[in-house]
């Protein structure tokens, strides 16, 4: 028996990396367990008996919690082994697991700076976002949160997240120049959804131009992960960012031009990174 304890919501990035990896493994037979972030559901006892970490999502197979976003998305794919998103070869897979790594260690920080200091700060009141402090554990976690939201566009942790994002989707788009479809291949993998759920926090607040004006080869591939119907999907959770008058759409719209800035000030100070596999 599967369970899944995820939020249902158009930026739950690590849910909807999981969502999207049972979607393309053709997996149906899941029992739902809906949180609610705001609700503080992640802190009740029950989940943190699960979750001490209060981290969603959770998966429980056969009574067995499994953790962590990217690790629940590898043991899914091992459970259907027929419909692989993995390679066959091992310095494919461990190429693979490289990709997965930056997105856990980079993008996953990245893309949670730039929503906490857009539609977090601009909707939900501080003295809120100060009660649920309180119960955060992770030291590191914490300070990047309040940074964005008491510091705004000046946190070092906006330009680090910036910077992040050049410098990822320059090595996407070096290793896209060769015309291969995915970044792995031929074949659609755990990359893809590792990656997709990030990305699309970027395009619902408007800024994804900003990284992807100049690199043709990313937009090819990025308009080839949309298209596919575990990303579709996603576009059916509450909170898209369906025209301009949007929560993400407004906050990105205010910060845009600054992120831009900070663009062009990280590419001066930083050197340009090339990619070989």
Known sequence: MLELYYLEEADSICSNRVLMTLSEKNITEWTPRKLVLLNRDQFKEDYLKLNPKAQVPTLVHNGIPIRESSIICDYIDNLKPEIPLKPEDLADIAHMREWIKDSDESGYQATASI???????????????????????????????????????????????????????????????????????????????????????????????????????????????????????????????????????????????????????????????????
């Open 115 to 277: 929503n906490f200091v857009t539609k977090f700060r601009l909707e939900i009141p501080i003295k809120k976002m100060e009660e649920r402090w309180k119960k955060v554990t992770d030291i590191e976690r914490l300070h990047r949160q309040q940074s964005c939201v008491y510091e705004g566009l000046d946190s070092p942790y906006v330009l680090r997240a910036v910077g992040a994002w050049d410098r990822i989707f320059e090595k996407m788009d070096q290793i896209l120049s060769d015309g291969r479809p995915w970044i792995m291949g031929d074949q659609f993998t755990l990359v893809e959804t590792s990656f997709a759920p990030f990305i699309k926090v970027l395009e619902m607040l408007r800024l994804l131009d900003v990284w992807l004006e100049d690199r043709p080869n990313v937009n090819r591939w990025w308009k080839t992960v949309t298209s596919r119907s575990s990303y579709i999907k996603l576009e059916e959770y509450p909170g898209q960012s369906k025209d301009d008058s949007a929560p993400h759409a407004k906050a990105g719209a205010q910060v845009s031009s600054k992120v831009k800035e900070l663009l062009e000030n990280y590419r001066k100070i930083m050197p340009s990174v090339g990619y070989k596999k």
